[in-house]
T-cell receptor, first 115, second 113 residues
Framework: GAVVSQHPSWVICKSGTSVKIECRSLDFQATTMFWYRQFPKQSLMLMATSNEGSKATYEQGVEKDKFLINHASLTLSTLTVTSAHPEDSSFYIC???????????FGPGTRLTVL | GNSVTQMEGPVTLSEEAFLTINCTYTATGYPSLFWYVQYPGEGLQLLLKATKADDKGSNKGFEATYRKETTSFHLEKGSVQVSDSAVYFCALRGGGSQGNLIFGKGTKLSVKP
């Protein structure tokens, strides 16, 4: 299957700082990218859906001003957690979907720990 | 709303044992059902899927049958290997081919030699 990478794989930051997570589709063009978060022993919860060149669509309860998503190219989407707090500590996973396809390809995830 | 419930792990089996991971769902309409697998350090990979009632998805010796009458999609394998150790996620998608995926909590499987 197609490959999606995420960087960094893990990050520790201080409360109040901002953290950027990159998601790249390495061998296909992802017209749509999804961002999920996963708490320990919980399901993956969809945070937002972004289409290349458009503003992201956020799920109910997800603060769009806190979780900034940019999908400026067909191979790169970024998630920026602004003014991070300890409750933002989680596992963030992205996935990409090629135009006209019906299978998402997932990145390996990024572990964020906010101290 | 739509939801997925799967058995909690961890599940520990000996090599060549029979595996069942239960998954039930709640959905309106006719969802598509999926099993994803996540090996250590890697992203989720699609293991198998079924798009309508009574369909059987299969891959790498794993099987799951879409049972509408019991709203279930249990994952089975007749003889597990150490290399099957991973986290398994049941998921559904409603609302057309590009609808959102809704995941279960995941079940960690460890297979001992």
């Amino acid at each position: 299957g197609a490959v999606v990478s995420q960087h960094p794989s893990w990050v520790i930051c201080k409360s109040g700082t901002s953290v950027k997570i990159e998601c790249r589709s390495l061998d296909f063009q992802a017209t749509t990218m999804f961002w999920y978060r996963q708490f320990p022993k919980q399901s993956l919860m969809l945070m937002a859906t972004s289409n290349e060149g458009s503003k992201a669509t956020y799920e109910q309860g997800v603060e769009k001003d806190k979780f900034l998503i940019n999908h400026a190219s067909l191979t790169l989407s970024t998630l920026t957690v602004t003014s991070a707090h300890p409750e933002d500590s989680s596992f963030y996973i992205c996935s990409g979907l090629a135009g006209g396809a019906n299978e998402q390809f997932f990145g390996p995830g990024t572990r964020l720990t906010v101290l | 709303g739509n939801s997925v419930t799967q058995m909690e792990g961890p599940v520990t089996l000996s090599e060549e044992a029979f595996l069942t991971i239960n998954c039930t769902y709640t959905a309106t309409g006719y969802p598509s059902l999926f099993w994803y697998v996540q090996y250590p350090g890697e992203g989720l990979q699609l293991l198998l899927k079924a798009t309508k009632a009574d369909d059987k998805g299969s891959n790498k010796g794993f099987e799951a049958t879409y049972r509408k009458e019991t709203t279930s999609f249990h994952l089975e394998k007749g003889s597990v290997q150490v290399s099957d150790s991973a986290v398994y996620f049941c998921a559904l998608r409603g609302g057309g081919s590009q609808g959102n995926l809704i995941f279960g909590k995941g079940t960690k499987l460890s297979v001992k030699p």
